[in-house]
């Protein structure tokens, strides 16, 4: 049993981290500047948010290697460095995380189509398998692949995590409500449907993040939970869709209001909480703190 | 004959039937598709135009339709656009020619910074489907590379995306730029985290949550 479901088993319920793009634009990266090359660049500063996220009480941090995938890297000219820009991205947040606390290795989508033939399947298992083993080895606990929104490239990024590591994996996709009250994703995903092509593929752990604020999630994890009782569900919720104000994009959900949501998505099924887009420490300080009482 | 011609190009384009032999979608396997309907419509002297307005063009439209309204997803876009990309094919040489004349110019980009550009793909597919010629600048785009493109292209219409909350708020110093240098230019911006309020803000002329709308509003601008 990985580390995630052993501690799961103790504490019935995790927290995770929050936002890391919205703290990465904070200290100062420039609209059109490498996320992920920070991490060889400043790397203290990467340091500092996983820190952040674990002093907020999280149980696990993810590693700053979103868009680490060949595909992405490529466009600032550093196909060369997946292996390096991966492996570091996981030994700051272990620097950070300790022994004690997990690490998770963050796999984000290509932006290829495969159905229009932008990008083969091998070509996506080869880029997700090379991400996967360098997030392995600068000490991830597990693979969180996540922002997903067409399921064969989950599916495939879930296998090549699965198959070339030692790591736990998790699937977290990103659902929209549309005109029906329903959710699915971008390409027509739903919920539901998610969870067996996941499981087939080796994900330990499934479940949604981004998406337009935490309320939307217990409708999600109800979704998720009426086709599978057991499998453990992890949500990174937004703080709510962003809106613009004076030059600045400002997400509307307090960490008050994001935690008084805690109780319902816990009772809808949910195990693990955590924020996406616009959460900050302070979100996660007080996700902890409602966590707490209903261990 | 012509009719139900048009209208059998406009159902593959519809339903994104590309060719005889592709697979997809699996009810019309075996069947001619947009390629070769195309061809034979042209061949037995149907207008190009009347191929491309009463038959892509009316494809492109439902498709558009049935999207905003949640019927089809991502994937049944593209793959009318697909389609429609195959059809467009055979009606080249007569946008060289001038026997078909294009609605007007539209320039698209996803807005520097950001990387994603299937929202940007699938709004021009959509407009390039209803007869405008479409010239898409990319990923990251700077506001210097837009102008450039529009100072080439007098009377075009600018589309600019956006998938990022955090690469969104490039989007205003890039109106303001087009609008300094080419004045009364119109500007359409989308992308998941845009709205019609931020829209306002940064003064650009017109927000759709959907590509269908973007196609709607410019009909108003046919050159």
Redesign the interface.
Known sequence: MGKILEKLKILKVLASDGAW??LL?AKGL????CPESWNIDHPAEIMDIAAQYINAGADMTETNSF?GNLF?LS?YGLEKKVTEINRRAAELSRNAAGTEKIVLGSVGPT?K?L??GEVSEKELYEAFKEQSIALASGGSDAIVVETM?DLDEARIAVRAAHENTSCEVICTMTFEK???GEY?????VSPAEMVPVMKEAGADIIGANCGNGIEGMIDIVREIRAVDRDIPVLVHANAG????ED???V?PESPEEMASFVPSLISAGANIIGGC??TTPEHIRLICEALKMLR | MMEELLQQIAHCIEFGKTDKASPYPPDMKGLDGADELTKMALDKGVPPSDVLIRGLVVGMEKVGIKFR??K?????V??SA?AMNTAMQHLKPFFRSGEVKRKGTFIIGTV??D????GKNLVSMMVEGNGWEVIDLG??V?AEKFIAAVKDHPGCIVGLSAL???????M?SIVKQIHEQAPGTQIIIGGA?V?D??RK??GADFYSPDPQGAVEYLKQWIV
């Open positions: 793009g919205t634009h420039k609209p059109g500047e868009g992405k466009h932006g189509i159905m229009m929104s549309i005109l029906t699915r994703t971008m390409m027509g869709r962003p809106r613009y030059g600045k994009t997400f887009c616009g | 309204e949640n089809v997803f991502v994937p049944q593209l793959m697909k520097v910074g990387l994603h550009d299937i990923i990251d700077k990022l909350t955090t690469t969104m708020v490039n205003e985290p709205t309020e931020f803000k940064i």
